[in-house]
T-cell receptor, first 113, second 113 residues
Framework: QKEVEQNSGPLSVPEGAIASLNCTYSDRGSQSFFWYRQYSGKSPELIMFIYSNGDKEDGRFTAQLNKASQYVSLLIRDSQPSDSATYLCAVRPITGGGNKLTFGTGTQLKVEL | DAGVIQSPRHEVTEMGQEVTLRCKPISGHNSLFWYRQTMMRGLELLIYFNNNVPIDDSGMPEDRFSAKMPNASFSTLKIQPSEPRDSAVYFC???????????FGSGTRLTVV
């Protein structure tokens, strides 16, 4: 089992719709969870992080965390063509400690006009 | 703030040659990470440093890879000898230790022919 799993997609949504991106992780003791956006040919950029169970909202983005189910998701409301990118889920595992992040392979999102 | 600076942006080299990738972290950040990204394996952590000291090099694929951080503002990743399977995008990232995520550099696209 991979440490961080994401559906590779592509996930296609129409402009204005809600995009839902999902991620599961294997290390039950993981404490911190991150969502990065990566445009084609560019480097990943941090868009949200979450530590506590529940929802965290930032503008059009909402991160959701369920530690019991080892599941984290990212919702993008009112999706725009500029949201088309690959979204990477990252987890700071408790095993091994330190400051390292383990990344999933990403979900490609396509927002269609 | 100039961000994390990597050089070169692109490198094409012949199999067997030595390759050196360079990184300047954000001033004041005390953690530095080297990742490799490929389509098949996504982002893989190669090695990371805290306060210039290597903490975890378990991701370094083999002895052909080495990394150094002689001071807080400079790190190198060296591959000797290079092989075609080393072709990938290599990212450097930095952060404050235990802070909320990393800042990535623009990456070095390495092609070994």
């Amino acid at each position: 089992q991979k440490e961080v799993e994401q559906n590779s997609g592509p996930l296609s949504v129409p402009e204005g719709a809600i995009a839902s991106l999902n991620c599961t992780y294997s290390d039950r003791g993981s404490q911190s969870f991150f969502w990065y956006r990566q445009y084609s040919g560019k480097s990943p950029e941090l868009i949200m992080f979450i530590y506590s169970n529940g929802d965290k909202e930032d503008g059009r983005f909402t991160a959701q965390l369920n530690k019991a189910s080892q599941y984290v998701s990212l919702l993008i409301r009112d999706s725009q063509p500029s949201d088309s990118a690959t979204y990477l889920c990252a987890v700071r595992p408790i095993t091994g400690g330190g400051n390292k992040l383990t990344f999933g392979t990403g979900t490609q999102l396509k927002v269609e006009l | 703030d100039a961000g994390v600076i990597q050089s070169p942006r692109h490198e094409v080299t012949e199999m067997g040659q030595e390759v050196t990738l360079r990184c300047k972290p954000i001033s004041g950040h005390n953690s530095l990470f080297w990742y490799r990204q490929t389509m098949m394996r996504g982002l893989e952590l190669l090695i990371y440093f805290n306060n210039n000291v290597p903490i975890d090099d378990s991701g370094m694929p083999e002895d052909r890879f080495s990394a150094k951080m002689p001071n807080a503002s400079f790190s190198t990743l060296k591959i000797q000898p290079s092989e075609p399977r080393d072709s990938a995008v290599y990212f450097c990232a930095s952060s404050f230790q235990y802070s909320y995520g990393y800042t990535f550099g623009s990456g070095t696209r390495l092609t070994v022919v």
